[in-house]
C-alpha cells in the first residue's frame, strides 16, 4: 500500500473516495456533528451533507459508515461519512475501529484510491501513533492468507491512500505512516508464519527463514542444532524434541542498531510449531490450532522486521527455541527428570507444560548477550486464557520498571497487557520430591505458576513474560494468527530507543 500526505484543498481534490469523519452528538442521541473535514465539504455542497444527515441514516457512532454519491460542488467521485464517536473522545482503539471499518468499505467497492480526511479529528492527541493505526487499519482489513490454497491470490485493486493533514503534522504524520508500514509489513509476516501448517513451518523450516532475513534485512543469524545444545547441556529443551522426527534449532537472530558495546534488549519467543502434548496428550478437539504454538517466536521474527526496516538505534537480540512436542517412544514421560542448562533439574510431571522447557534454557542461552532486558513471549498456558480472556495477554515481571514499559506501550497501540503476579508463594506450588522443579504447580492459578517456573531461570535479568495464549490467534470461523504482541513490542522498542 502506498500511502501520500496531502496538504492541499479537500473538496477541490480529484478523488475515487474521500473519507471524512462525523461524530455522535453524545451517548444518548441520534444527532450527529461535522468534523472540521465535514463541514468544510458541507459548505462547499451547500449544506447536502446536514441534508443527508437529517434523514437519520448514520448516527456517528464508532466505525459506523455511509457512502455518498454525487455531493455538489466536489470534485470527488464518492464521499464516505465514518463515525468517530464522540468528538474528543476518540481513543487509538476507536480509531482503528473507524480506519478499519473505512477501509473495508473502500475494499469492498473495489476502488484502487481513497483519501482520508480524519487525523485532523483527535484533538491534541499523539499524531505519530494515529497515523500508525491508518498503516495497520489497512494491513488489518487487506491480509490474506493464501500461502496453502491453490489458484491466485485474489488482487487487491486499494493500491494508495491519500492522507488530508494539517500541514503542522506533516513531520508527525508522515513518521507514523512509516513506522505503521514498517508494524504492517512485520505484522504480515507473523501471521503468515503464524498460520503455515504445522507439516510446513517445523523448526528447520524457522531457522531457514531467519537465514533468509540476515540477507533481506541485515540481521546476524546464528542456529544451534541438536548437537550443539548438546554441548550446552540444554537437557530440557532436548528433552522435548526427542520425541519428535523434526529436529530442534535454536534460533538466534541479531538486530544491532546502536554502538557496539551498548547492551542488547532480549526477546525470547517459544517456537512450538505443534504441540500435541507429548504423552500427556491433548484432547483431540480444535488440536489442529496448535500449530499456533509457535506465535511467541514468530512475533520475535516480526518485532526483529520493524525494528530493522525503522533503523532503531537499538541493539536487540531475538531467541526463538524451536521444537515439536509429540508422543514418541523417545518421548517425555510422566515422572521423567530432566538437567537444564542452568543446572536445575526438572521432575516432568505433564508433558504438556513444555513450553517452559523449552524457554528456560533459551533464557539461560541469553545469558552470554549481556541483555539489558529479557522480554520472554510465549502461547504458554490455557490457564492464562481463563484469566484473561482474549482481550490482554498476561504480563509477568521480576521488575516494575520493565512491567510498566510493557503496560504503557500495550496501551498507546492498543495491545494491551495486564500484570499477574509472581510471588514466592506461588512458586513453592512447583516444588517436587525427587528434582529441584516440579514443571506443573497443580490447579490453581496456571499462569502464574508457569511463569514463576520462568522466573526462576531468570533471576540475573530484568525479566518479563508475556503469555499470549488468548491473545496471539483467533478461533472459530475469523480462525487465523491476530500478530499480537507485536504492535506492542515494537511500541516497546520504539519508547526504549528514545531514552
Ligand atoms: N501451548 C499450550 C498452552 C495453550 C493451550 C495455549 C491452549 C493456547 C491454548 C501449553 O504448552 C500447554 O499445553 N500448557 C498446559 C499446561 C498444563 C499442563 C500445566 C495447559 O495450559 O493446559
Ligand atoms: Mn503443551
Ligand atoms: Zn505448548
Redesign the pocket.
Known amino acids: 500500500m502506498n500511502f501520500k500526505i496531502k496538504l492541499g484543498n479537500l473538496f477541490k481534490t480529484k478523488s475515487e473516495c474521500i473519507v471524512v469523519g462525523i461524530y455522535k452528538k453524545s451517548e444518548k442521541s441520534k444527532d450527529v456533528e461535522l468534523t472540521p473535514p465535514a463541514n468544510r465539504i458541507n459548505e462547499a455542497s451547500s449544506g447536502q451533507i446536514h441534508q443527508i444527515l437529517a434523514r437519520g441514516d448514520i448516527d456517528g457512532s464508532i466505525g459506523s459508515t455511509l457512502l455518498l454519491y454525487d455531493i455538489r460542488g466536489l470534485s470527488a467521485k464518492r464521499i464516505l461519512l465514518v463515525g468517530m464517536g464522540i468528538q474528543n473522545e476518540t481513543t487509538v482503539q476507536d480509531f482503528r475501529k473507524a480506519a478499519v471499518a473505512a477501509v473495508k468499505v473502500l475494499v469492498d467497492r473495489n476502488l484502487a484510491s481513497a483519501d482520508m480526511a480524519i487525523l485532523d479529528d483527535i484533538g491534541d492527541q499523539d499524531r505519530v501513533i494515529f497515523a500508525q493505526q491508518i498503516a495497520e487499519a489497512t494491513h488489518q482489513v487487506t491480509y490474506r492468507y493464501w500461502e496453502t490454497k491453490s489458484g491466485e491470490k485474489p488482487a487487491m485493486q486499494l493500491a494508495q491512500i491519500g492522507v488530508f493533514i494539517n500541514r503542522k503534522y506533516k513531520d508527525a504524520v508522515q513518521k507514523g505512516i512509516d513506522q505503521g508500514l514498517a508494524i504492517a509489513n512485520a505484522l504480515t509476516y507473523t501471521k503468515t508464519l503464524a498460520n503455515l501448517p504445522g507439516n510446513i513451518c517445523t523448526p528447520s523450516y524457522l531457522a531457514d527463514r531467519a537465514r533468509e532475513l540476515a540477507k533481506s534485512h541485515g540481521l546476524k543469524v546464528s542456529v544451534l542444532d541438536e548437537k550443539d545444545m548438546e554441548k550446552h547441556k540444554m537437557g530440557s529443551l532436548l528433552s522435548v524434541s526427542r520425541g519428535s522426527v523434526e529436529p530442534a534449532k535454536l534460533i538466534v537472530m541479531e538486530y544491532k542498531g546502536a554502538e557496539k558495546n551498548k547492551r542488547p534488549v532480549a526477546l525470547i519467543g517459544?517456537g512450538?510449531t505443534f504441540?500435541a502434548?507429548g504423552i500427556?496428550i491433548?484432547p483431540a478437539s480444535a488440536m489442529d490450532?496448535?500449530k499456533?504454538?509457535m506465535c511467541g517466536g514468530a512475533s520475535v521474527f516480526g518485532a526483529l522486521i520493524a525494528a530493522s526496516e525503522m533503523k532503531l538505534p537499538l541493539n536487540i537480540v531475538g531467541i526463538v527455541p524451536s521444537s515439536e512436542?509429540l508422543p514418541d517412544g523417545a518421548a517425555n514421560k510422566p515422572g521423567d527428570i530432566v538437567t537444564s542448562m542452568l543446572g536445575k533439574t526438572i521432575e516432568i510431571l505433564?508433558t504438556?507444560?513444555?513450553?517452559r522447557l523449552i524457554l528456560c534454557d533459551a533464557i539461560t542461552y541469553a545469558k552470554r548477550y549481556k541483555p539489558e532486558v529479557v522480554v520472554d513471549i510465549?502461547?504458554?498456558?490455557?490457564?492464562?486464557?481463563i484469566a484473561l480472556g482474549h482481550h490482554a495477554s498476561g504480563l509477568f515481571s521480576n521488575s516494575d520498571e520493565l512491567a510498566n514499559e510493557l503496560l504503557v506501550a500495550g496501551e498507546a497501540v492498543d495491545d494491551r497487557a495486564w500484570r499477574m503476579p509472581v510471588w514466592e508463594s506461588y512458586t513453592k506450588q512447583l516444588k517436587s520430591n525427587f528434582a529441584d522443579l516440579a514443571?506443573?504447580?497443580g490447579r490453581g492459578a496456571?499462569a502464574v505458576?508457569?511463569a514463576c517456573f520462568l522466573q526462576e531461570f531468570a533471576k540475573d535479568f530484568s525479566w518479563a513474560h508475556l503469555d499470549v495464549?488468548?491473545t496471539?490467534w483467533s478461533s472459530g470461523s475469523p480462525k487465523g494468527a491476530t500478530g499480537r504482541p507485536v504492535p506492542m513490542l515494537v511500541e516497546f522498542l520504539i519508547r526504549r530507543s528514545r531514552s
Open positions: 517459544k512450538l504441540d502434548g500427556s491433548k490450532e496448535m499456533y504454538d512436542n505433564n504438556d507444560a513444555e513450553g510465549a502461547t504458554l498456558t490455557g490457564a492464562c486464557i514443571n506443573i504447580g496456571g505458576t508457569a495464549a488468548g496471539a
